[in-house]
């Protein structure tokens, strides 16, 4: 559960270190921190650093935990085929509930899918629709949001709201209690469906000079009734922060 909102620091983070690369091949290297709330039982809220790697060309490109490959980018639409790890995840040793002491281990794993981006001066669509390809929960998630980009000088801040779609397998392996777990844990027996999650999020950066710039990360997600039903979740919402430094080349 300390690697549990990497996922979604993984999807941020392009939006606000990649705010200084607006041109073809670049490459920046980077190092920051991420802190974020805990919503499995008994896991507390954790800090850690956050190395940064990023790299932008007019087919490839690579961006926190995943990159891609752009099937169409002509600047205002950018369609990729897409792959990223996903380190949503439990591991019942992080917990200081005896219960979910119990519990099986949730592992990450690789993601891939389609992603789409259309930019406009209105805005930016955003939606990536990606698979569990090492079948640990043969799931689907889906993430769309629209963000707008104000520049100040410098200063860039973009805010967006997004909505964040797991399917039922997905939340069953992820939030589920299977019979065998709740008869070792004393959980009641859950399955949850599919569910969606609302956020809202907020990036900003800082161009220092030509090659530093500074960037800061926020998002608030309101956890479906799906997952926050779980008696293994004892939140209602998960909170993800994270700032840092880049060096582009």
Same mark, same amino acid.
């Given at each position: 559960?300390? /690697? @549990?909102?990497?996922?979604?620091?993984? &999807?941020?983070?392009?939006?606000?270190?990649?705010?200084?690369?607006?041109?073809?091949?670049? +490459?920046?290297?980077?190092?920051?921190?991420?802190?974020?709330?805990?919503?499995?039982?008994? +896991?507390?809220?954790?800090?850690?650093?956050?190395?940064?790697?990023?790299?932008?060309?007019?087919?490839?490109?690579?961006?926190?935990?995943?990159?891609?490959?752009?099937?169409?980018? =002509?600047?205002?639409?950018?369609?990729?085929?897409?792959?990223?790890?996903?380190?949503?995840?439990?591991?019942?040793?992080?917990?200081?509930?005896?219960?979910? /002491?119990?519990?099986?281990?949730?592992?990450?794993? *690789?993601?891939?899918? &389609?992603?789409?981006?259309?930019?406009? =001066?209105?805005?930016?669509?955003?939606?990536? *629709?990606?698979?569990?390809?090492?079948?640990?929960?043969?799931? @689907?998630?889906?993430?769309?949001?629209?963000?707008?980009? @104000?520049?100040?000088?410098?200063?860039?801040?973009?805010?967006?709201?997004?909505?964040?779609?797991?399917?039922?397998? #997905?939340?069953?392996?992820?939030?589920?209690?299977?019979?065998?777990?709740?008869?070792?844990?004393?959980? !009641?027996?859950?399955?949850?469906?599919?569910?969606?999650?609302?956020?809202?999020?907020?990036?900003?950066?800082?161009?220092?000079?030509?090659?530093?710039?500074?960037?800061? +990360?926020?998002?608030?997600?309101?956890?479906?009734?799906?997952?926050? =039903?779980?008696?293994?979740?004892?939140?209602?919402? !998960?909170?993800? #922060?994270?700032?840092?430094?880049?060096?582009?080349?």
């Amino acid at each position: 559960m300390k /690697k @549990f909102q990497l996922c979604m620091l993984a &999807a941020l983070l392009p939006g606000a270190v990649a705010l200084s690369s607006a041109h073809a091949a670049d +490459v920046s290297l980077g190092l920051g921190a991420a802190g974020s709330t805990s919503v499995y039982r008994g +896991v507390d809220n954790d800090v850690y650093p956050l190395p940064v790697l990023n790299y932008e060309s007019e087919n490839f490109y690579f961006r926190g935990l995943g990159g891609g490959y752009y099937l169409w980018n =002509d600047g205002a639409n950018r369609l990729s085929l897409t792959a990223y790890y996903l380190p949503l995840g439990f591991k019942p040793g992080d917990s200081d509930d005896l219960r979910m /002491k119990q519990l099986d281990k949730r592992r990450g794993t *690789l993601m891939a899918g &389609a992603a789409y981006r259309h930019i406009a =001066d209105w805005g930016e669509i955003r939606t990536v *629709l990606a698979g569990d390809t090492l079948d640990y929960s043969n799931g @689907f998630a889906w993430d769309t949001a629209y963000l707008y980009r @104000f520049s100040l000088g410098e200063v860039s801040i973009t805010p967006g709201i997004g909505v964040t779609w797991f399917s039922e397998n #997905m939340n069953q392996y992820y939030y589920g209690v299977s019979a065998k777990e709740s008869s070792r844990s004393g959980f !009641s027996q859950y399955s949850p469906g599919d569910g969606w999650a609302p956020y809202l999020e907020l990036s900003a950066g800082y161009q220092i000079n030509q090659s530093w710039s500074a960037w800061a +990360v926020g998002r608030y997600t309101r956890l479906s009734d799906e997952v926050k =039903d779980s008696p293994i979740v004892d939140s209602n919402h !998960s909170i993800l #922060m994270s700032a840092g430094v880049s060096y582009r080349f």
